[in-house]
């Protein structure tokens, strides 16, 4: 069977006119954002970006690091951007299972398909030159072996998120922020969620205190009479939204006990990737300057949340445990572990702390077993380096350099809970 698909942006198939925030406190924060008719700013005008002192360490031997480090920090400053906030509706929209992205009109919504390589999972067989032509012209016709016919309808829905979610990272940054924004639709609106073969799924969905009655997991592809999408709160690394802010700030769970943990070190147990091989060394040296061993993956997202919010020292390598940063409070220090060779530029949490005004500090480790994808390598903590690293810290959290992101962000939240 064949059929006729195209791209197109919401803005286009809204004809320019998207429906404003029905969240008056998040479309002021964007709002003082941004000049009229724009889509995206640069961070300079209400730069957050913090300067940060890079940690080598002696055992580091990756030749020209330091320079490689300083270009990726001028690639950071100039081309990360704060994202634009808008809500549209669409009717008679179809969503499909893999992907959770949109067709209306015969036409895949953009903003709703990322990455855009990922439509091979859609269409088995499609080479890139086909992503290319799908994108650049009006229609094109596939054979689709996947099937995006709907099998279900729902009258009114609102669609929780698009793309990747199949890791804690994805799925912290680009669907969690949207549950509160979910809560403030009328009862009888659905919530359209992936699947809940990922416990954080549910987890997330708990935490934010949203009934199951009202979640319709996407198993199949199902047609929505009239469906409500919002902006994503996250594109790249480096292309966040205060929605994330507004979303995450302040979890709706008790935080700060008595006796809990003001250190954490986040281990990596039980991964395939960027393992640290030196593990136990590096848990007994921490352990003796007062760190718990939080191993995130171990705990409810509740109980991840509010571990991170009552911390004042956050430490680990880098990977998606780090993604609970965005629970931590202003002025919270965060120490990320990064492969000597990393090579995709300045991390994903080196920007969340500067949007959620965090102290950060990157410490290299050194290469044990080179991967592929130099990100993932197998790594070994100079234990001695990462004790002066936490011995060098500020003592205490503090209202940080950049707590005045959160003010708009946090009333966003305290109005709508």
């Known amino acids: 069977m064949t059929f006729q698909y195209g791209i197109r942006s919401i803005h286009e198939l809204h004809d320019g006119k998207l429906t404003v925030s029905h969240l008056p406190d998040i479309e002021m924060e964007h709002r003082s954002l941004f000049p009229e008719r724009t889509t995206g700013m640069s961070l300079a005008s209400q730069d957050r970006r913090q300067d940060v002192a890079y940690r080598f360490g002696p055992s580091i031997v990756e030749p020209g690091i330091a320079d490689r480090w300083q270009k990726f920090e001028a690639q950071y400053r100039a081309q990360s951007r704060i994202n634009k906030f ?5 009717s008679d929209a179809v969503v499909e299972p893999r992907l959770l992205s949109v067709l209306a009109n015969g036409f895949f919504v953009r903003e709703c398909m990322r990455p855009l390589t990922d439509l091979p999972k859609l269409f088995p067989g499609m080479r890139g030159e086909d992503v290319k032509r799908l994108v650049g012209s009006p229609r094109e016709v596939f054979t689709s072996c996947v099937g995006l016919v709907p099998t279900s309808t729902v009258d009114e829905a609102f669609l929780l998120g698009s793309g990747v979610y199949n890791n ?8 969690a922020p949207r549950v509160r924004i979910f809560k403030s639709f009328r009862r009888r609106v659905k919530l359209l969620s992936p699947r809940f073969k990922n416990e954080y799924v549910r987890g997330t969905l708990q935490l934010h205190g949203v009934g199951q009655k009202r979640v319709v997991p996407v198993r199949e592809p ?3 009479r009239t469906l409500h999408i919002c902006s994503p ?3 790249g690394r480096h292309e966040l939204s205060p929605q994330l802010i507004a979303g995450l700030a302040d979890p709706p769970v008790p935080t700060d006990p008595p006796g809990a943990a003001t250190r954490l070190y986040i281990p990596r147990a039980n ?3 960027r393992r640290v091989v030196n593990e136990a ?3 007994g040296a921490l352990s003796k300057l007062g760190f718990t061993i939080f191993d995130s993956a171990q705990h409810s997202v509740a109980a991840q949340a509010g571990a991170f919010h009552a911390a004042e020292i956050i430490v680990g390598a880098h990977g998606a445990g780090f993604a609970n940063m ?6 919270t220090t965060v120490v990320e572990i990064i492969p000597e060779g990393y090579d995709q530029g300045v991390t994903s949490y080196r920007s969340l702390a500067d949007h959620f005004g965090l102290r950060y500090v990157p410490l290299f480790a050194r290469e044990v077993l080179p991967n592929r994808n130099r990100c993932n390598s197998d790594i070994a903590i100079d234990v001695a380096e990462l004790v002066r690293t936490v011995l060098d810290l500020p003592q205490g959290a503090s209202d940080g350099p950049n707590a005045v992101l959160t003010g708009a962000g946090e009333a966003a939240v305290a109005g709508n809970a």
């Open 326 to 331: 965005v629970y931590a409070r202003p002025g």
């Open 168 to 175: 804690y990272y994805n799925w912290t940054i680009r669907y």
């Open 86 to 90: 808008w809500m549209a509706t669409i």
């Open 271 to 273: 991964v395939k990737s």
């Open 233 to 235: 709160s996250a594109i």
């Open 222 to 224: 199902i047609l929505v």
């Open 281 to 283: 060394e590096v848990s």
